[in-house]
């Protein structure tokens, strides 16, 4: 069972950056795939980025291209999203999750493993 615990939220101003951690534990094959998901109030969980875990192939949403980085420390088992230039519409909950099999794709429904989320606040 994968057990993903996210840390680094916080509040910040815009244009100001954040770097979000994932620790993940409790498995004997690591996940093909990781990434970083997040919703904000009202609205659908949608993907921010992921990383193939053995290829190292990435893929961003397109509202964060440019300004977000995803990385892992694969002695530490973790996973990492480096934010910069943080605008007011990133403001959401974030979630580390992940995923077994080939894909890795930034699409919610296809994650298994999820942890309990980090809030980012950017205000203007």
């Known amino acids: 069972q994968v057990q993903l615990v996210e840390s680094g939220g916080g509040s910040v101003q815009a244009g100001g950056s954040l770097r979000l951690s994932c620790a993940a534990s409790?498995?004997?094959?690591?996940?093909?795939?990781m990434g970083w998901f997040r919703q904000a109030p009202g609205k659908e969980r949608e993907g921010v980025a992921t990383?193939?875990?053995?290829?190292?192939?990435?893929a961003y949403a397109d509202s964060v291209k440019g300004r977000f980085t995803i990385s892992r420390d694969h002695a530490k088992s973790t996973l990492y999203l480096q934010m910069n230039s943080l605008e007011t519409e990133d403001t959401a909950m974030y979630y580390c999750?992940?995923?077994?099999?080939?894909?890795?794709?930034?699409?919610?429904?296809?994650?298994?493993?999820w942890g309990q989320g980090t809030q980012v606040t950017v205000s203007s």
């Open positions: 990383l193939h875990m053995f290829g190292g192939n990435t």
């Open positions: 999750a992940a995923k077994y099999g080939g894909s890795c794709p930034t699409i919610v429904a296809m994650f298994d493993y």
């Open positions: 409790g498995y004997t094959n690591s996940p093909a795939c």
